[in-house]
Structures are given as structure tokens and as C-alpha cells.
């Protein structure tokens, strides 16, 4: 398999992304490049994705952009819990005054997590509480979007994948990458489950839907099924 090249411009563009009600605009956070998201409609209400932000430029581009385009952020989630993609929790909580969701199964290594930062140079407060667990299922609203919980664990306990079916579109966390999948090395791992989890939960969703990974390029479930082959 040969990986597609990406151009600057398209690397760009693909930063901000415009559905027919919605927009997705990804930030790359951190050392380790987690994309953080802020999903926002014309209501002017938003959710913030796996908050990477871990120094006071990444907190002013998210708050720049949050004030600029009027937004009042509803709920912040957390698709996983490991620290590139939490790092941001407790400023966010206190910025936006946002409700925390996440999957219980992941508080082990969440009430742990800040204790890691400094072993991949973040370097993050003690994480706040969630307000909410989420389940399989579920459904986040904010304006007037939906997005349903899909519980997507293999990558760690409590890892979930968001799919707003009306878009057509879903949020994997480090589910599944272009043309790879999470790693299954860390606590709470296992890669036949997250296999698994990829073809019972994802693939279904359709070849047509866009897929946003917790870090690097977007890509969609048809060309994962062609090219992808962790799970061939």
C-alpha cells in the first residue's frame, strides 16, 4: 500500500471542514499532535473534541477561535483518556464553563493520567471530574447536531467513537488511522478487540463516511476497507 501524498494546501483546507448545517475546524495540539476538534453550528453552539492545548498558545488559538466565531461551548468530550488527548480538560472546564463527558470504564487511567504528562512533555494540571459518563448509544446534542456514542474500546478502556449520521461523518479517537490503526501496547490494550471494534462498529457506518482520526490525516471507512491492511 502507498500512501497518499499530502500538499500544504490540502493540508489546510482539511483543517476546517463545511458540512450542510455544521462546521469541524481541527487544531493539532501538543508534542504529540492530537487533533483537537470544535464541531459548531449556526446556533452558535459548539463541542470541543479531545482538548489537547497544553501551553498558553494552544489555549489562546482555541479561545481565539471560540470568541471569534461567537460560540458558547455546550459539553467538552473526551474520546479516550490518555493524556495528549485530555491535556486541555481542566483549562477548558474553567474557560468555557463546559460539562466533562467521557466513558467511565477509562477513569483508571484518567485519574492517572497527569502523572504521565511529563514522559511525553506535557505538561498538564490534575484532570477535573467529568460531569457526565457516557455510554453506547447515548446521544450528544448541541444546536442542532447529534452525535451518537459508539463504545469503541481495544486502543484502551473507555474509548469511544462519535457518529453524526446525518453528516455523515464519525470521530475515532485512536481507533483507526489512514492507512493504520491504534496502538495496542498500553494499558488496557488489546488489538484483536480493537480489530474487532473497527469491523463490528465502524465499517458498517458506510464507505461514503468521512473518518477523523485522533491524529493525522481525515480519510473515509471506503478507503480504509480497500487500503488498510490491519484490517483486511
Request: with cysteine; aromatic share 10%; proline share 5%.
Amino acid at each position: 500500500m502507498q500512501k497518499k501524498r499530502t500538499s500544504l494546501a490540502d493540508f489546510i483546507k482539511d483543517l476546517t471542514r463545511n458540512y450542510s448545517t455544521m462546521t469541524i475546524r481541527t487544531f493539532h495540539f501538543n508534542p504529540i499532535m492530537v487533533n483537537t476538534m470544535v464541531l459548531h453550528d449556526e446556533s452558535g453552539e459548539a463541542v470541543i473534541v479531545d482538548p489537547g492545548n497544553c501551553s498558553s498558545y494552544e489555549d489562546a488559538q482555541l479561545q481565539e477561535y471560540v470568541k471569534s466565531h461567537q460560540l458558547t461551548v455546550r459539553y467538552i468530550i473526551n474520546t479516550h483518556p490518555h493524556i495528549d488527548h485530555i491535556a486541555g480538560n481542566g483549562w477548558c472546564v474553567r474557560e468555557f464553563n463546559a460539562p466533562l463527558l467521557c466513558h467511565e470504564a477509562g477513569m483508571p487511567i484518567y485519574n492517572k493520567a497527569y502523572a504521565y504528562g511529563a514522559t511525553f512533555g506535557i505538561m498538564a494540571d490534575k484532570m477535573p471530574a467529568p460531569d457526565r459518563f457516557l455510554n453506547e448509544g447515548d446521544e450528544i446534542r448541541f444546536g442542532s447536531q447529534c452525535l451518537k456514542v459508539l463504545y469503541t474500546p481495544g486502543h484502551c478502556d473507555g474509548s469511544i467513537s462519535l457518529y453524526d449520521a446525518a453528516n455523515g461523518y464519525v470521530i475515532c479517537g485512536d481507533l483507526i488511522f489512514e492507512g493504520s490503526v491504534g496502538r495496542a501496547d498500553l494499558p488496557t490494550g488489546n488489538m484483536h478487540l480493537l480489530i474487532d471494534m473497527v469491523k463490528s462498529k465502524i465499517l458498517p457506518l458506510g464507505d461514503d463516511v468521512t473518518i477523523y482520526p485522533g491524529h493525522g490525516n481525515t480519510t473515509t471507512i471506503g478507503n480504509e476497507r480497500i487500503n488498510n491492511l490491519y484490517i483486511q
